[in-house]
Nanobody
Framework: VQLQASGGGLVQPGDSLRLSCAASGGTFNTYIMAWFRQAPGKERKLVADISGSGTFTNYADSVKGRFTISRDNAKNTVSLQMNSLKPEDTAVYYC?????????WGQGTQVTVSS
């Protein structure tokens, strides 16, 4: 499974940004898809994940109400809509495909929230 994330950038506090991740290889609709992030000097943390069908989603408390994860199984893509961004959202964001016993990681995309 190969994952290609895009959409990162430099934005101001309160702005919105949409991350996308395109997957190739494997059976996309069988994977839980997730977004993790890693801020400088900190460990990677789960931001949000979504079930294979898209029915179930899960969010870190720090992003609930501001971020929305979605997927399009016809296009093998997963997205993360990020609204009301805060400086503490600054991190490298990773797209992850979660299978039984193994996680596939994309290369990461930088999100910087700064005035």
């Amino acid at each position: 499974v190969q994952l290609q994330a895009s959409g990162g950038g430099l934005v101001q506090p309160g702005d919105s940004l949409r991350l996308s991740c395109a997957a190739s290889g494997g059976t996309f609709n069988t994977y839980i898809m997730a977004w993790f992030r890693q801020a400088p000097g900190k460990e990677r943390k789960l931001v949000a994940d979504i079930s294979g069908s898209g029915t179930f989603t899960n969010y870190a408390d720090s992003v609930k109400g501001r971020f929305t994860i979605s997927r399009d199984n016809a296009k093998n893509t997963v997205s993360l809509q990020m609204n009301s961004l805060k400086p503490e959202d600054t991190a490298v964001y990773y797209c992850v495909a979660r299978t039984l016993g193994y996680d596939y990681w994309g290369q990461g995309t930088q999100v910087t929230v700064s005035s």
